[in-house]
């Protein structure tokens, strides 16, 4: 009886593995997302690098909602050039927006004190010779490079406090 435990148990070990690996989350190179985590911060530099690097990288804003609990930035929807490999596969059209989301995890003694686990997120549409709507679509390295740089000196502003 021991032993049929042990094997369900490592069976199940072994499922849970294989499904995870499976699933590929968003950094995969098949996916239309390009996701990381920024980790801790607070609202009021997140806000300020935001608005920078939005500005220095060109990324419209379309809306800004934060709470005592929430943090939301959304860009409107960026047209790009489609790479080459896209109009092999009958793309006609490509966008990327921008969209960081935060969610409290420690309140501070007053609301500039909150943090917030925040998420970066890129989304991936194009339209297609035979789907005329904008549909998700596979990130191509182009412009998931283009949004890793921007993401990169948020980072980096966040990190160091530097202002320009």
């Not at 005592?68 to 860009?75: G, V």
Request: glycine share 8%; aromatic share 6%.
């Amino acid at each position: 009886m021991k032993f049929n435990v042990r094997r369900h148990i490592v069976a199940f070990i072994a499922i849970a593995a294989v499904s995870g690996c499976a699933s590929g989350g968003s950094r995969g190179p098949s996916s239309s997302r390009f996701q990381e985590d920024m980790g801790r911060l607070l609202a009021g530099p997140l806000d300020d690098v935001r608005l920078e690097m939005f500005n220095r990288h060109s990324i419209p804003l379309r809306r800004s909602e934060v709470t005592a609990r929430s943090i939301l930035y959304e860009s409107l929807w960026i047209p790009r050039d489609v790479t080459q490999g896209e109009l092999l596969n009958g793309v006609i059209g490509a966008r990327n927006r921008v969209i960081i989301r935060g969610r409290l995890i420690e309140q501070g003694l007053d609301p500039g004190a909150n943090v917030f686990r925040v998420t970066f997120v890129v989304e991936n549409h194009v339209r297609t010779e035979t789907v005329a709507e904008w549909h998700p679509s596979t990130i191509p390295d182009p412009a998931r490079e283009r949004f890793a740089d921007l993401l990169s000196d948020m980072n980096l502003e966040l990190r160091t406090g530097i202002r320009r």
